[in-house]
């Protein structure tokens, strides 16, 4: 399937939220003592885009482009790839420690102490390596959306050498409802106060 990309708008404002996302299981026992279990192992982040303004004169179809792309996507009925500029890219990330008989690595990013998988690659520009040597690699692909999750190396690197990668990415979401609000404010002129979607666990 052909996905699509979430535009680049002028008019996008602040502030832009990013929040991740946990799906914990809480149980009260009849005692009163409380636990709770967290089967995600992996957060799923939510966004909300404020535009300001979305232009719609004979020059700047702003409004048209995003409001276009919503339909497009059938509001949460499609995927979309989202480019976050501070969370896009990757140098020297490791995704792995040879042991003589694995070739396929998942991509991943490391943030801070969290490691996230990263299944929305983009191959132009990506190297590997392998003890800091680069070396050729295959993309692998979700059978799903056919979005880059990993790469399969033609030999398996040699138990202890360290498997790294350069790459960008983008996250794979949906929006969060199938409706969207727009409002025009003046002649021409709209606002997108809440857009509102969030990546997805393959």
Known sequence: MTILTFP????????????????TISHRSVSGVSTSQSPQAFAIYAYELPFEFLRSDNVNLELQTLMSFFQACRGRGSPFHFNDPDDCAVAGQGLGIGDGVTTDFALVRTMGTVVDPIQDAITAGMTVYVDGVSVPFTALTSAQYGTIYGVSLAAPPSVGQIVSADFNYNFLCWFDGDAQDFSKFMNKIWEATSVKFSSKLQ
């Open 8 to 23: 680049t708008l002028s008019g996008l404002s602040f502030p832009v939220k990013k929040t991740p996302m946990f799906q």
